[in-house]
């Protein structure tokens, strides 16, 4: 048995977490630090534990501890259908607030699934016509700038750019937030309770990538492509 900050570990245990910039989860096996794996409930699956927590734990990052979104806020999400978007739709919304989903028109219906009470079309709609004012706008495609995400502000508005480059990161203050999510287990335990208490479904594409070390370069084309949605998940 060991003792982590999220509960004890016995050998044998089902466990789930994210090894950080060590990556190398496209191995059968892979080594990890204690304090970086939570034991999975019982009643979430694998492959759901798999899909939960990296868009979660950005998702958690910018909306929860960032923005501090609550009851009554108003958030924009750009990018509704990928890994950070999805976690994001569903977790605004379980911390209260009213979202708008930005997608493709052939991702409106998952969108509205995962409880957006508004959906934009990028197609027909671009944001730069978007007239609505938002509390908080979280980018997670990096298709908007300072300049452009301002522009969709209340007064207290803050702009969430999850897609940054080092000058924004850098220059990100006041009403613009940015920077790298940490990996924290307590995030992950939060995280799986969600889905096992049914608040949080992790989305996984349905494109086949297959399975096995071929997979991976097959699944990173569909990355690659813009069009992934949610996660993609593959089995050793
Ligand atoms: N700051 C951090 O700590 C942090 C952490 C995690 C991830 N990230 C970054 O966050 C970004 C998002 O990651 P992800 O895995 O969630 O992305 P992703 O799943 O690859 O995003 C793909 C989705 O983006 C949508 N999309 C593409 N163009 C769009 C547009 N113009 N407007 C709205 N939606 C659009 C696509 O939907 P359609 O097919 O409908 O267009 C697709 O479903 C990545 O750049 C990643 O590096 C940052």
Do not use: C, W
Not at 7 to 26: E, F, I, P
Not at 28 to 48: F, M, N, Q, Y
Not at 71 to 87: F, M, Q, T, W
Not at 138 to 148: F, Q, R
């Amino acid at each position: 048995m060991v003792e982590t900050a999220t509960g004890d570990l016995a050998v044998g245990d089902a466990v789930s977490g994210m090894t950080g910039l060590r990556l190398g989860t496209h191995a059968e096996l892979v080594a990890v630090p204690v304090a970086r794996l939570v034991r999975k409930p019982e009643g979430v699956s694998h492959d759901d534990a798999a899909a939960a927590l990296f868009g979660g734990s950005t998702a958690l990052h910018f909306l929860r501890d960032k923005a501090e979104v609550g009851p009554g806020d108003r958030v924009l999400v750009n990018g509704a259908s990928g890994a950070v978007g999805s976690a994001a739709v569903q977790l605004a919304r379980h911390l209260g607030a009213t979202v708008t989903g930005v997608t493709s028109t052939i991702n409106l219906p998952l969108v509205r699934k995962l409880g957006a009470d508004h959906v934009i079309d990028y197609t027909t709609t671009p944001l730069s016509e978007v007239a609505e004012r938002y509390d908080v706008v979280l980018d997670a495609v990096g298709n908007l700038t300072p300049a452009s995400g301002r522009r969709l502000l209340t007064e207290r508005g803050v702009l969430q750019l999850v897609v940054a480059g080092l000058g924004d990161t850098l220059r990100a203050r006041g009403n613009v937030q940015a920077g790298a999510a940490p990996e924290r287990a307590e995030d992950f335990a939060h995280l799986l309770q969600l889905v096992s208490d049914g608040h949080l479904t992790p989305v996984i594409d349905d494109a086949r990538v297959g399975d096995g070390l071929e997979a991976v370069a097959v699944a990173h084309a569909r990355i690659d492509s813009g069009r992934k949605v949610g996660n993609l998940v593959i089995h050793p």
